[in-house]
């Protein structure tokens, strides 16, 4: 079983997936960059019991700031501030809708910033920051929720309508645990898809004393599996590895090939770059910008930079470009003109416009993960403190 990551996804490429789907792709926000026309539907209409729903989808606006270029070739992004305010307009009084809906994927805090500016949406499902809201958040009177990730929840709002107006509201955020049964068809499905692959994900390839997680912002036990075998596998002098959020936590005790396809996106290869101190200072205080800006539209929505090799003092509080109190490589301050050997994996650990000498290695990250666990099983990796806020 061997995965690659792979670039040639896009606008285009989901305009043909799209038109697989039994439902509709939507996007106020999402435009092509000659015609400045929508790349997708913004609203659909639905009518239900008597009725009529506006939808309106909003994409998430970072894909052309941290995804590979050719993910938002040819179309640009916006934050849906200009755009909202019209197509409500349109929908309640040329539409004659009479409730708003609105799917975000730009994540709590920027959606949290948009309904406070604009008014007039009666319910927003949120995504991407994969928060876990338990009690709806009101903005604006609008009810908004967000119910996880993965399918790990399910969130339930049931709303009480009068003269076409939510006079009522009750929310649940179920956990889908083990005790829940499948749905047969669905079931059968999964079982299909895994039957080539069962036996190679099920091998067990180490074990761990401590659970591998990604439930913390400025560092994880998980990716310190990934970023030790990176560096262990280089030589190089640190590694990077993006701040995601996703992959399910491995329990103490075992771990199967699954388990580590499960950590990074499509299994990437490995690569080194030459950055200097500057460079490196530079980057991460962009991260932190993104990752603890007070403006919520500069924030990304993800966790801060993962790293190993490095350990960084910052403020957290501080204003952008000023966070960083001090930086250390091992044991010694960085040199802003030294060139540190870099290893990483995508481009969103390592920006494309940073450094010199970036080339590939021969190694992909599941690979390194699974020698290092060869050589060090049973692993006890623990935080290290790599970012500590002073």
């Known amino acids: 079983m061997t995965a ?49 729903i506006g939808i309106i989808g909003i994409a998430s606006n970072i894909v052309a700031k941290t995804m590979p270029l050719s993910f938002s070739k040819g179309v640009y992004f916006t934050t849906g ?37 604009v008014p007039g949406i009666d319910v927003c499902l949120c995504a991407h920051t994969h928060d876990r809201i338990r009690h709806p958040l009101l903005v604006n009177d609008t009810i908004m929720i967000e119910s996880g990730s993965h399918g790990a929840f399910l969130g339930e709002l049931l709303l009480t309508i009068n003269n076409g107006r939510i006079v009522a509201y009750e929310h649940t955020l179920t956990e889908v645990s083990e005790s829940i049964a499948p749905h047969p068809v669905m079931q ?16 067990v390839v180490g074990q761990t004393l ?72 530079q980057m991460l205080e962009d991260n932190l910008e993104k990752t603890f800006s007070i403006d919520a539209y500069q924030q990304v929505g993800g966790y801060v930079k993962r790293t190993a090799g490095l350990r960084v003092y910052f403020k957290m509080e501080n204003p952008k470009g000023a966070r960083i109190q001090s930086l250390f490589v091992g044991a010694e301050p960085i040199d802003p003109y030294h060139s540190y050997t870099t290893a990483f994996v995508t481009e969103q650990a390592v920006p494309q416009c940073l450094g010199t000498n970036r080339r590939d290695t021969d190694t992909h990250a599941v690979d390194a993960m699974r020698a290092y666990l060869h050589r060090h099983s ?9 970012f500590i806020s002073v």
Not at 23 to 49: D, M
Not at 188 to 203: I, W, Y
Not at 225 to 250: C, H, K, V
Not at 378 to 386: A, H, K
């Open 81 to 117: 501030l200009q755009e909202l305010p019209g197509m409500i307009s349109y929908l309640m009084h040329t539409e004659n809708v009479d409730l708003v809906f609105l799917l975000s994927h730009l994540g709590i805090p920027q959606t949290h910033k948009l309904l406070s500016e």
């Open 210 to 281: 401590h659970a591998l997680d990604r439930s913390t912002c400025l560092e994880a036990t998980m990716d310190n599996l990934l970023l030790q075998s990176m560096l262990e596998t280089t030589g190089a002098d640190m590694a990077f590895s993006n701040g995601w959020r996703y992959g399910a936590p491995i329990a103490p005790g075992p771990i199967t090939m699954g388990q580590l396809y499960n950590i990074t996106p499509m299994d990437p290869v490995i690569s080194l770059v030459e950055l200097t101190g500057t460079e490196i200072w």
């Open 378 to 386: 049973p692993i006890n990796l623990s935080l290290e403190g790599t």
């Open 4 to 52: 690659h990551w792979d670039f040639a996804y896009g606008p285009k490429r989901l305009l043909e997936l799209g038109q697989q789907l039994t439902y509709p792709i939507l996007g106020i926000n999402v435009f092509h960059k000659n015609a400045s026309t929508n790349v997708f539907p913004p609203y659909q209409i639905l009518e239900r019991a008597g009725l009529r």
């Open 188 to 203: 059968s499905l999964v079982e299909q898809a895994l039957d080539p692959f069962r036996s190679k994900l099920a091998e």
